[in-house]
């Protein structure tokens, strides 16, 4: 993976909104303030995916992105205890549509929200409608990451969970 930097990324341009050097995302991820690290593939035009963190918050987020610069899976992590929990994963389907970046919208988002008691809802959206479902007492010790040093995404951006 090569890894480029920058503060936020435009999903509509799909670019990055002020570029940053390495050095300058390490002072930035150093004091906890809002950094995006974007990835891609060598030979690959569109990234594959991209971290943002914001420490000072308490919060990372990956979003895994297609052929099209188009969100697929996004998992958010919340900073509880000096650790990060995965909170929330979202997968985007976009069925036949080759719509790029922000432009293109989802016609199935599934979501599952996750708690530290072990609850679960999940909740699907799609063209009929909305279902909702929650669990209790699931096991979620394995939503529970270290805080990755800047530029060791790996653990934090696996993407089967």
Known sequence: MIWTYCEQWN?????PM????????????DKGELYTAVAASAGQSAPALRVE????????SVIFMDEYGRDTLDYTFTLIDGSFFLET????????????????????????????????QRAIEDE???????RHGVDV???WEPVPDFGAYSSL???ER
Request: a negative charge; zero cysteines.
């Open 11 to 15: 999903n509509l341009a799909e670019t």
């Open 18 to 29: 002020n570029p940053l050097t390495p050095e300058q995302a390490q002072a930035r991820h």
């Open 53 to 60: 963190m914001r420490l000072e918050t308490g919060y990372a």
């Open 89 to 120: 994963a979202t997968s985007y389907s976009y069925g036949d549509s080759q719509e790029r970046g922000g432009y293109a919208d989802a016609d199935r988002t599934e979501t599952y929200e996750f708690t530290t008691g072990g609850v679960i």
């Open 128 to 134: 009929g409608g909305e279902s909702v479902e929650n």
């Open 141 to 143: 010790s394995s939503n």
């Open 157 to 159: 951006s696996r993407r």
